[in-house]
């Protein structure tokens, strides 16, 4: 019997000055970066609490926690590779990623193909298993003040055959 099952994630991070964007584990050129203890990259991040949250593994603040000096600056994508990792020790394989950026600025849709291809090599698997989406706010709440930008993941993983 095969063992299928599905998770969510969500995350957000501050816009600031004298940051790099990175979303989709690649860099983004762009005035402003994301504030956080890693990358920030809140598209992978949002991806690996949608994979953990699958496979009852908790959330990513718990596996790589913001209070750690060895997660300080931390590249998201060992992140994401990590998660990946953590789904094998308990069987599972990343099935298919469905994930929306929310963001006034930049435009995201010419960068999808690049972060498919970033993170597909590191998940190991197809690039036409992961769905990236853009879409604004509408110049509506924190994102629309361009204050933030957020991610929603959603991820199907299974075990079996």
């Given amino acids: 019997m095969q063992d299928i099952r599905v998770g969510m994630g ?3 991070h501050r816009l600031v000055e004298g940051r790099a964007l990175w979303l989709g584990g ?4 762009h005035s402003l970066g994301l504030l956080g203890h890693s990358d920030a990259d ?28 060895d997660t300080l600056d931390m590249d998201s994508k060992v992140i994401l590779k990590g998660t990946v990792d953590l789904l094998a020790t308990k069987g599972y394989r990343v099935g298919n990623i469905d994930a929306t950026i929310c963001a006034e600025r930049p435009k995201i849709n010419p960068h ?3 972060m498919r291809s970033c993170m597909a090599q590191v998940m190991g698997i197809d690039e036409d298993r992961i769905s990236i989406k853009a879409t604004t706010t509408e110049r509506l709440g924190f994102t629309g003040r361009e204050e933030g930008i ?3 993941a959603v991820a199907l993983i299974s075990k079996g055959i």
């Fill in 10 to 12: 969500y995350d957000v």
């Fill in 26 to 29: 690649i860099r983004i050129p």
């Fill in 42 to 69: 809140v598209l992978i991040h949002a991806i690996c609490d949608a994979l953990l949250g699958a496979a009852n593994l908790r959330d990513i603040g718990y596996h790589f926690p913001d209070t750690s000096a």
């Fill in 112 to 114: 999808v193909p690049a």
């Fill in 150 to 152: 957020s991610a929603y």
